[in-house]
């Protein structure tokens, strides 16, 4: 597997609804609504809810790497790891939802096969951050060797992220290039064995 690189990868040009309802039918609806309904707004406010209904049927959780794990998922959030410091190290976890080895991370970590579930009883030892998309560092320290996706950084309980634990099993070329769960698991024991 390769990893994503943000300058080459480009997000598709059309986000394409991966609800099993597609936005096609709501269009329909609408359309329908419009020709039955005397008020053109009045049926756009039906669409408009409907489609609403819909983005809070799917939700976030098909944006998780994994539901059973609690992750922070914002700047914010590592900012305050990385100023205040932790009870616990922290793992940060930086990917794109259009990029495909990204969502080949993300399938494996929902697999719930037994790898998954260590994957799951390591997080309790950590804080576990997941930026996705715009929520994704500008600091250059998170990116010491490119800007490609997904890649993954450790952070002592101090809240300083040490460059020094990487993807051992990976390619030396993108260090922080994590594309299997046993490469996950290693860099997450590392850490522990370093931060404790």
């Avoid at 002592?156 to 994590?178: A, C, Q, W």
């Amino acid at each position: 597997r390769t990893p994503c690189f943000t300058p080459v990868c480009a997000p598709p040009p059309q986000t394409v609804c991966k609800h099993p309802l597609d936005l096609r039918i709501f269009r329909t609806i609408a359309m329908a609504f419009a020709v039955k309904i005397q008020s053109v707004s009045a049926a756009f406010k039906i669409a408009g809810f409907v489609l609403l209904l819909v983005g809070v049927a799917a939700g976030k959780e098909d944006e998780a790497f994994n539901k059973n794990i609690p992750w922070l998922t914002t700047r914010k959030d590592l900012d305050g790891i990385m100023q205040n410091g932790s009870e616990k190290p922290t793992m940060v976890l930086i990917s794109k939802t259009w990029c495909g080895a990204c969502k080949n991370l993300k399938s494996s970590f929902n697999s719930g096969n037994s790898e998954s579930k260590e994957i799951e009883k390591l997080a309790e030892s950590f804080n576990m951050v997941n930026l996705v998309d715009s929520e994704e560092p500008n600091d250059a320290a998170f990116s010491p060797d490119g800007g490609y996706i997904p890649r993954i950084f450790f952070l002592n309980r101090e809240g300083k992220l040490d460059d020094s634990i990487s993807n051992t099993m990976g390619n030396p070329k993108y260090k922080y290039f994590y594309s299997a769960l046993t490469q996950v698991k290693g860099g997450m024991k590392s850490a522990l064995r370093k931060f404790s």
